[in-house]
């Protein structure tokens, strides 16, 4: 492109070309008036000339092409989710969530223990035949099946489509 | 170009990346990027379109993290703006020759290109040439922010909330830049014959 040294500036522009680009109107105009006209005035549109096609040229592969931007992005969202279930996981701790459950653990573990210890085998097989007696009728119906199948479909496609909107798997 | 075609075309490249739903992308925003710079840049055309090609490579690198809370164009002039930023920066570190020639050491407000695109033929052009000349020697009289917030509402005729998205400031502080922006130049535009 040619480049040439400007003839005149601003302030040693003469009168006649200031007068082709002033409004003598103007004595009155507010600050934004006067600013809305100066820029009408200068309004400029900028051609193409060829400018989309250097960008396409220049475009680098967009393999791996993840913004330092985006991949701030993402580690501020593990960091936030590592955070998150540390304060839940805290606010357990604080709270005694995990002595309480030691404890019930504890007393659930000894409950067994002692009725392993009395435990009628006898028993245990007159249920097991009844219980097989009744499948049948435990069993679920096929529409019953249908439901908890489009149950289990429809939260498994939520995950996976939420998983992969977190991470960009 | 609505804004349901851009949708598509942002979604085409995030999804396929098809350079050439990037192209009809770059061809509608280009001049507000262009034009956006060379103001930014005080009318070097050549820096400015540098800075723009710069701006496009890093919109297409960043394209999936656009998350339509903006509009694509002022999503576009934020990344204008930072690279603009980057590129002062490291020319105020690494003064060019011809910085040092014409004794601007980075620290005063920018000067005006001695040299602008000057088309050979035409008074038109020429014409042209000086009022492009007048409107960047007016903004040069302003401080960087307040230049920006005055290009960005006067040139592109962004609203307050997204000159704030694109200058990364709260509202309220765009307000008072662009309010002491626009008595400065309006009162500079009277000094020099503006105002009748």
Known sequence: VARRTLPATFETMDTMDKNKIKNPDRALLSDDELLDAFFNEHKETIADNGFCERVLQGLPERENVESVESQQLRRWRIGLNLFGVAAVVGLLVYFGFFSQLWDFQQGVAAHFISQAMNFDFNSLLVKLMLMLHRLPELLPSPTQIVTIAVAILVLTTATVKQLVDTYKL | ?196
């Open chain 2, 1 to 196: 170009m609505t804004r349901l075609t851009e949708i598509s075309l942002i979604a085409q490249v995030v999804a396929t990346g098809s350079e050439r739903a990037f192209g009809q992308l770059v061809q509608a925003h280009q001049e507000a990027v262009r034009r956006f710079l060379r103001r930014l840049t005080t009318g070097d055309a050549m820096r400015a379109d540098d800075l723009a090609q710069e701006t496009f490579i890093r919109a297409w690198q960043g394209l999936s993290s656009f998350r339509q809370l903006s509009g694509f164009e002022t999503w576009l002039l934020r990344i204008a703006y930072r690279v603009f930023l980057d590129d002062d920066r490291r020319e105020k570190a690494h003064p060019t020759y011809d910085a040092v020639a014409s004794g601007d050491n980075g620290e005063k407000g920018p000067t005006i290109n001695k040299f602008i695109d000057m088309p050979a033929e035409g008074m038109g052009e020429t014409d042209r040439g000086l009022l492009r000349h007048d409107l960047d020697q007016a903004l040069a009289t302003l401080g960087e922010t307040e230049r920006t917030c005055v290009i960005l509402q006067c040139v592109e005729g962004q609203s307050i909330k997204e000159i704030a998205t694109i200058v990364g400031m709260n509202e309220n502080t765009i307000k008072s830049h662009l309010l002491r922006g626009k008595k400065n130049l309006a009162s500079y535009l009277r000094n020099n014959g503006y105002n009748g």
